[in-house]
């Protein structure tokens, strides 16, 4: 089962709105990542967060992390077409060496 | 281009035929991972080595699957007797970084059974 939720499941914006998505999780976190994975593509890595940390900032991106609520949410500013994708959160637990992937986010960012 | 790189990029295949997938990870990376995800989902995790060792596998790993990584460098998933819910994208990832366990993935396979 996966260990991540994202909301919404699908989100679509005008350019130059911003896009904002959110995960949930179910068990204590090492650290929390974001990928963005591009139609037929495989999935590339975003932003890291670790469980000490609250926000973090890169370029256009902005994570937050509640592990009290165990969510975070990924805020892209200033979107672009360029940016339609789909968005997935993935946790690293305690203990485990993989990441456990959420169900996503489709972003659709209309020109 | 110094990425993970998978091979094929598309397979069509009957239902009870074997396939092979190849995976060269990132030539410093001593982690390697393999993924399934189907449409709509994230990906779902299937086994990891360090090096050539198979450290872990899913339960989503049925007896028709193999992987191996002889001498720690590329990497085999090869699915026995294929089944139609066997089709899937399998994708391949590689990681240097054991405490964050960032993931380089390569384009994937995508896997049809008819």
């Known amino acids: 089962s996966q260990q991540g939720e994202e909301d919404p499941q699908a989100l679509s914006i005008q350019e130059g709105e911003n896009a904002t998505m959110n995960c949930s999780y179910k068990t204590s976190i090492n650290n929390l990542q974001w990928y963005r994975q591009n139609s037929g593509r495989g999935l590339v890595h975003l932003i890291l967060?670790?469980?000490?940390?609250r926000e973090k900032h890169s370029g256009r991106l902005r994570v937050t992390l509640d592990t009290s609520k165990k969510s975070s949410s990924l805020l892209i500013t200033a979107s672009r077409a360029a940016d339609t994708a789909s968005y997935f959160c993935a946790t690293a637990l305690t203990g485990a060496n993989n990441l456990f992937f959420g169900t996503g986010t489709r972003l659709t960012v209309i020109p | 281009d110094t990425g993970v790189s998978q091979d094929p990029r598309h397979k069509i295949t009957k239902r009870g035929q074997n396939v092979t997938f190849r995976c060269d990870p990132i030539s410093e990376h001593n982690r390697l991972y393999w993924y399934r995800q189907t449409l709509g989902q994230g990906p779902e995790f299937l086994t990891y080595f360090q090096n050539e060792a198979q450290l872990e596998k899913s339960r989503l790993l049925s007896d028709r699957f193999s992987a191996e990584r002889p001498k720690g460098s590329f990497s085999t998933l090869e699915i026995q007797r294929t089944e139609q819910g066997d089709s899937a994208m399998y994708l391949c990832?590689?990681?240097?970084?054991?405490?964050?366990?960032?993931?380089?993935f390569g384009n994937g396979t995508r896997l049809t059974v008819t």
């Open positions: 990832a590689s990681s240097l970084d054991i405490e964050s366990r960032t993931l380089h």
């Open positions: 967060i670790r469980s000490n940390e």
